[in-house]
């Protein structure tokens, strides 16, 4: 049986890819830093174990990756999903709170790969990494979460590159607008209109429309997909800059 360890597992697109795994028979370690969350998450699921660590800790980590082989005893894949979102103009975005978004976003991918590798030639497995629209096109209030992202596609690149002589895959994903409850409870109507209007496809993503393109990914029918970026965002990112009342 095959094992996926997720970060970022106790909710929104990481829980709903734990869930995709699962239903395909995969082994799943769920990794948060959110105890209480993902005890919740975890409760109840066959062939899934919390994994309790934060991403940007090189200690935790090393320790998640020990725990997840003692239990499982293979990787077959990585899903770097662990993220966190500040937004603030430029000016008010203190260098803790650059740092902050940094420290998960692209350090605990670094740090997740890292330490996986090895378990990752073994079984000769696939990495994904979670990206965003935000790390393909440029918006306001963005200037540490979209670099972060920005930065993750090209670490995948430096992953397919460096790692596909052992075999293992790397590609990055970046989700557009997706229905979360974080993304309702913070989207205002007036927002969550210049969204659709903005939305070739004219509507939010779902977390499982997220979750079936990593598996995809991470399964034998990409066996010969490395190195690529895929938007999962309804057409947003092919849309650029244009006047939303043009297309009525």
């Keep these: ?25 995969w082994q799943v370690a769920m990794l948060d830093r959110d105890e209480p969350e993902l005890m919740q998450a ?16 090189p200690d935790q ?13 293979t990787i077959d894949a990585l899903i770097n999903n662990a993220g ?5 103009p430029i000016e008010d975005t203190t260098f803790p709170r650059w740092r902050r978004v940094m420290e998960t976003n692209l350090d605990g991918i670094f740090l997740m ?8 030639k073994a079984s000769r497995g696939a990495i994904v990494n979670i990206a965003s629209i935000s790390g393909l096109r440029a918006s ?13 596609i090209q670490l995948t690149q430096q992953q397919a590159v460096e790692l596909g002589e052992y075999g293992i895959r790397a590609n990055s994903v970046c989700p557009g607008p997706v229905r979360t409850k974080l993304a309702m409870a913070v989207h205002s109507p007036a927002i969550i209109a210049a969204y659709h209007d903005a939305i070739p496809l004219n509507r939010y993503g779902a977390e499982s429309e997220i979750a079936e393109v990593i598996h995809f990914l991470c ?10 970026n ?16 043009l297309r009525s």
């Design 1 to 25: 049986m095959k094992t996926a360890l997720i970060t970022g597992a106790a909710r929104g697109i990481g829980l709903a890819t734990a869930h995709r795994f699962l239903a395909d028979g």
């Design 84 to 88: 966190v979102a500040d937004f603030g």
């Design 230 to 245: 895929i938007a999962v965002d309804g057409g947003f990112e092919a849309t650029g800059i244009g006047l939303p009342a």
């Design 140 to 152: 306001t209030l963005r200037v540490a979460y979209g670099t972060s992202k920005a930065a993750v």
């Design 61 to 73: 980590v090393t320790t998640a990756i020990t725990d997840t082989l003692s239990r499982f005893g």
């Design 42 to 57: 975890a409760k109840g699921l066959e062939n899934a174990a919390p994994i309790l660590a934060d991403v940007s800790i």
């Design 113 to 120: 790969t890292q330490a996986a590798t090895p378990a990752l």
């Design 219 to 228: 399964s034998p029918r990409a066996s010969y997909v490395t190195g690529q």
